[in-house]
């Protein structure tokens, strides 16, 4: 937790003065090579988005009840496009919350790792992050996590990416990857 705070707070130092690492010249940032070799996976979630929401109302619970509500989101990139943290806003029939997004991406391994913070716990602890990258224009991101008490495998999927409008969606699996329960699908129209 202590290594992740100070990510965000180097993150955010980035975010705040993109030009803090100029050099003497101040004409050109310096990159390292970690940041030159980072994908720009997210790069088309940049900037600020409407929402629309369906989610399940009980999940893994044999429910077929959605209910749909509006939100937003604003994204901005970080760490010179190795990560990104976005704001988002969900308007719950049940009452309204902020969330956060947070991402960054592994040159190591080439796969980005994904946290959520809800804002309604903003003391944590994050959830375990979901790993993937982006194949054929479709994201997929996995990891294990529980649920009421039980092991299960979270999913999230990115697709039907364009200039204007992208797709996400949420599933669990209670038996390891085998089954599969869509429990949450975003529809993002972009602003502006």
């Known amino acids: 937790m202590k290594t992740l705070c100070l990510a965000l707070t180097a993150a955010a130092a980035l975010a705040i003065a993109p030009n803090a690492n100029a050099q003497s010249s101040g004409d050109k940032p310096m990159t390292t090579a970690a940041e030159q ?25 044999g429910n077929h009840d959605w209910e749909e509500f509006e939100g937003t989101s604003r994204l901005e990139m970080t760490m010179a496009g190795a990560g990104t943290v976005d704001d988002n806003w969900l308007d719950l029939p049940g009452g309204a919350y902020r969330a ?18 809800d804002g309604r716990n903003p003391q944590g602890p ?7 990258r982006f194949e054929n224009g479709i994201g997929t991101f996995t990891g294990n996590d529980t649920f009421n008490g039980k092991p299960i495998v979270v999913r999230y999927t990115w697709s039907r990416i364009t200039p204007t409008t992208c797709h996400w969606e949420q599933a669990f699996s209670p038996d390891g990857g085998k089954t599969w329960e869509t429990n949450w699908v975003m529809d993002l129209t972009r602003v502006g």
């Open 37 to 61: 070799s980072a994908p720009h996976d997210f790069d088309f979630l940049v900037g600020s988005w409407r929402v629309h929401h369906r989610r399940l109302k009980l999940r893994l619970a």
């Open 100 to 117: 956060v997004g947070i991402r960054a991406y592994d040159p190591k391994t080439g796969l980005w790792s994904i946290w959520w913070l």
């Open 126 to 132: 994050l959830d375990p992050p979901v790993r993937g």
